[in-house]
């Protein structure tokens, strides 16, 4: 049996603790005396087609440790997505290279990528162990309480938003924040973490488990405005009509698509733009302003929280762990107990893989613009330590003598 050689690889977007999961797998196979060698491939799965490894059983623990606490994916990643033929031909790589262990740290795709190659093992009757490492901003795997890189992507976006609502208090008007999010809301809705007091941002919350009616956002937006003299939101970027089509599409004049055919949501800056538009010609409110947080949240480097990057270590090492003495592929999930600890499970692939989790209705507000506290109770624990916290001024103020 080809128990000797372990390859890992990485795919989708990056995040901050992604090389956690990393040297977790390699750290944790060099210790076992069963493994000989810990590849890793270069760019996902692209890498393993393209038999472009390099060997992890040579590097030192030290500088392990330093890639460990690195953002962002050390091997490379691919946007590559797979079918039954590209499968197979990476089944034909692992094979070629006697590989007895097959790691991928990803999301949705990458956990159907490794169910495929799965199956082509099993057809081939060859003893290949394939498990799937969770990795995603967006939170979005189903029967997982949360994803690793979700956490510190949020505490960017709550502290990120805690910055601009301070900064909207400083010079009143509208902010409007673009989130990512193409199908779940959970990283929008990290926004309302930033919170402190009352009348702080973000005042708005829309994510795409909810139908976005332009008029009602107004409507909104306008009465936020009357009531704090401000008006700071939060929008996921795949927010849609209640036909499913993203509201980018049916205010934009011209669009861009992905490799996969979706149009480009994180690349642009078009719907910030636009909603900004919306508001400045339909309420005739001057100071408006807009971002696209885009990338910025899945790499942000000294913005990482050390829950994250405590779980993402040990999904790696639980992966290696259920290889090793387990006797089934399957997908790592992440579940919690008590009030915050956590406990790890090996899923059955096809539970998890190709499937989308989007925000529970416990989350989001009736109104369909905020959060509930359930939500609040839920990510507080992942944002880890150190969180910064803002405070005002005191109003004590001084009789005026002029103008009585």
Same mark, same amino acid.
């Given at each position: 049996?080809?128990?000797?050689?372990?390859?890992?690889?990485?795919?989708?977007?990056?995040?901050?603790?992604?090389?956690?999961?990393?040297?977790?797998?390699?750290?944790?196979?060099?210790?076992?005396?069963?493994?000989?060698?810990?590849?890793?491939?270069?760019?996902?799965?692209?890498?393993?087609?393209?038999?472009?490894?390099?060997?992890?059983?040579?590097?030192?623990? =030290?500088?392990?440790?330093?890639?460990?606490?690195?953002?962002?994916?050390?091997?490379?990643?691919?946007?590559?997505?797979?079918?039954?033929?590209?499968?197979?031909?990476?089944?034909?790589?692992?094979?070629?290279?006697?590989?007895?262990?097959?790691?991928?740290?990803?999301?949705?795709?990458?956990?159907?990528?490794?169910?495929?190659?799965?199956?082509?093992?099993?057809?081939?009757?060859?003893?290949?162990?394939?498990? =799937?490492?969770?990795?995603?901003?967006?939170?979005?795997?189903?029967?997982?309480?949360?994803?690793?890189?979700?956490?510190?992507?949020?505490?960017?976006?709550?502290?990120?938003?805690?910055?601009?609502?301070?900064?909207?208090?400083?010079?009143?008007?509208?902010?409007?924040?673009?989130?990512?999010?193409?199908?779940?809301?959970?990283?929008?809705?990290?926004?309302?973490?930033?919170?402190?007091?009352?009348?702080?941002?973000?005042?708005?919350?829309?994510?795409?488990?909810?139908?976005?009616?332009?008029?009602?956002?107004?409507?909104?937006?306008?009465?936020?405005?009357?009531?704090?003299?401000?008006?700071?939101?939060?929008?996921?970027?795949?927010?849609?009509?209640?036909?499913?089509?993203?509201?980018?599409?049916?205010?934009?004049?011209?669009?861009?698509?992905?490799?996969?055919?979706?149009?480009?949501?994180?690349?642009?800056?078009?719907?910030?733009?636009?909603?900004?538009?919306?508001?400045?010609?339909?309420?005739?409110?001057?100071?408006?302003?807009?971002?696209?947080?885009?990338?910025?949240?899945?790499?942000?480097?000294?913005?990482?929280?050390?829950?994250?990057?405590?779980?993402?270590?040990?999904?790696?090492?639980?992966?290696?762990?259920?290889?090793?003495?387990?006797?089934?592929?399957?997908?790592?999930?992440?579940?919690?107990?008590?009030?915050?600890?956590?406990?790890?499970?090996?899923?059955?692939?096809?539970?998890?893989?190709?499937?989308?989790?989007?925000?529970?209705?416990?989350?989001?507000?009736?109104?369909?613009?905020?959060?509930?506290?359930?939500?609040?109770?839920?990510?507080?624990?992942?944002?880890?330590?150190?969180?910064?916290?803002?405070?005002?001024?005191?109003?004590?103020?001084?009789?005026?003598?002029?103008?009585?």
């Amino acid at each position: 049996m080809a128990t000797g050689k372990v390859l890992v690889a990485q795919g989708g977007g990056p995040t901050a603790v992604i090389n956690q999961s990393l040297i977790g797998v390699t750290l944790e196979a060099r210790r076992f005396r069963d493994i000989g060698l810990v590849y890793g491939a270069r760019h996902g799965v692209r890498g393993i087609v393209d038999e472009d490894f390099i060997d992890l059983t040579q590097e030192t623990s =030290h500088n392990l440790e330093m890639v460990a606490n690195t953002p962002s994916s050390a091997l490379g990643s691919t946007r590559d997505k797979p079918d039954v033929q590209y499968c197979q031909e990476i089944f034909k790589v692992l094979r070629a290279h006697e590989i007895g262990h097959f790691f991928y740290v990803g999301g949705n795709d990458s956990s159907d990528t490794v169910r495929i190659v799965s199956e082509e093992a099993k057809k081939a009757n060859y003893p290949l162990r394939c498990i =799937h490492i969770p990795k995603t901003i967006d939170n979005d795997l189903v029967s997982n309480d949360h994803t690793p890189g979700f956490p510190s992507a949020a505490r960017f976006v709550a502290q990120a938003f805690a910055g601009v609502n301070l900064d909207n208090a400083s010079l009143p008007g509208i902010y409007v924040g673009i989130v990512m999010g193409r199908h779940a809301g959970f990283l929008t809705a990290a926004s309302a973490l930033g919170k402190k007091f009352a009348d702080d941002g973000p005042h708005l919350i829309y994510v795409p488990e909810r139908t976005f009616v332009l008029e009602n956002f107004l409507a909104d937006v306008k009465a936020t405005y009357e009531r704090f003299g401000r008006c700071v939101v939060a929008v996921s970027e795949g927010i849609h009509d209640a036909s499913g089509a993203p509201i980018a599409t049916l205010l934009a004049k011209e669009l861009e698509h992905d490799a996969h055919g979706n149009v480009q949501l994180s690349g642009s800056g078009a719907l910030a733009d636009l909603l900004c538009e919306e508001i400045k010609t339909k309420l005739k409110i001057k100071r408006v302003r807009g971002d696209t947080f885009g990338y910025l949240q899945r790499s942000f480097i000294g913005c990482v929280s050390d829950v994250d990057q405590r779980e993402a270590r040990e999904v790696g090492e639980k992966a290696v762990q259920f290889a090793m003495w387990g006797k089934r592929d399957g997908s790592v999930s992440i579940k919690r107990t008590g009030y915050y600890s956590v406990d790890y499970e090996l899923l059955p692939l096809d539970a998890v893989a190709g499937k989308t989790r989007t925000m529970e209705d416990e989350f989001i507000a009736e109104n369909g613009a905020d959060v509930t506290d359930a939500f609040r109770m839920y990510l507080r624990p992942l944002l880890g330590s150190g969180m910064p916290d803002a405070f005002r001024l005191r109003p004590n103020p001084v009789p005026k003598v002029m103008r009585k």
